[in-house]
């Protein structure tokens, strides 16, 4: 009886030689599941260059805000510079204006000469000063209407002047660079 019960068991050891030869060659072709990678705790160099990094970025913008408060602080003062230049002249313009009109009072009348010489060189030195701070008078006859450099205090047809001409000027106007600091008030040819 016990070779009977040893040859089934050399039949199992058979039948179990071929299955595992077959699996083997399943087991080689599944991919290997590597560990996933865990977190690592960053180094303490890895601390400091991010320390550092945000350092460096909060200086870039401190210093971009800096500039920026300087350029318009510097703006700010021109313009202010500006405004007081304008203001000042602005009070000089009726001193202008008399001038302008006493001397045409003068032309062609009899009035003693060295009185006629002094305005005339009053008008002279304030024209110069006028012109070392940039101030421009505007508003000739003849020159185009223009609603941002003049008002018009009437209308007139006129055949001699073109459309939207100037055909009399009341009041000069005055500019620093593109700021107006009077406007021209004048009367508006065949409008």
């Not at 913008?61 to 350029?71: S, V």
């Not at 005339?120 to 070392?132: N, V, W, Y």
């Not at 106007?173 to 409008?191: C, E, L, P, T």
């Amino acid at each position: 009886m016990k070779k009977e019960k040893a040859a089934p068991k050399a039949e199992k050891k058979e039948k179990t030689a071929p299955e595992t030869e077959e699996k083997a060659p399943e087991t080689e072709e599944q991919p290997v599941e590597e560990p996933a990678e865990e977190k690592k705790e960053p180094t303490a160099e890895e601390k400091l260059q991010e320390a550092l990094d945000a350092e460096k970025d909060k200086y870039i913008r401190l210093y971009a805000e800096y500039d920026n408060y300087r350029k318009r602080t510097s703006a700010e003062k021109l313009q202010i510079y500006d405004d007081a230049k304008a203001d000042a002249v602005k009070e000089l313009l009726p001193l202008a204006d008399s001038m302008t009109n006493a001397l045409a009072q003068f032309e062609g009348k009899d009035v003693p000469e060295e009185f006629g010489k002094g305005i005339a060189l009053i008008a002279q030195q304030l024209k110069q000063s006028f012109e070392k701070l940039k101030v421009e008078p505007f508003g000739e006859v003849g020159d185009a209407f223009d609603p941002a450099l003049h008002n018009a205090v009437s209308t007139v047809e006129d055949e001699s002047l073109p459309e939207n001409a100037i055909s009399a000027v009341y009041q000069k106007g005055y500019k620093i660079g593109d700021k107006i600091i009077r406007h021209a008030m004048v009367v508006v040819a065949n409008s």
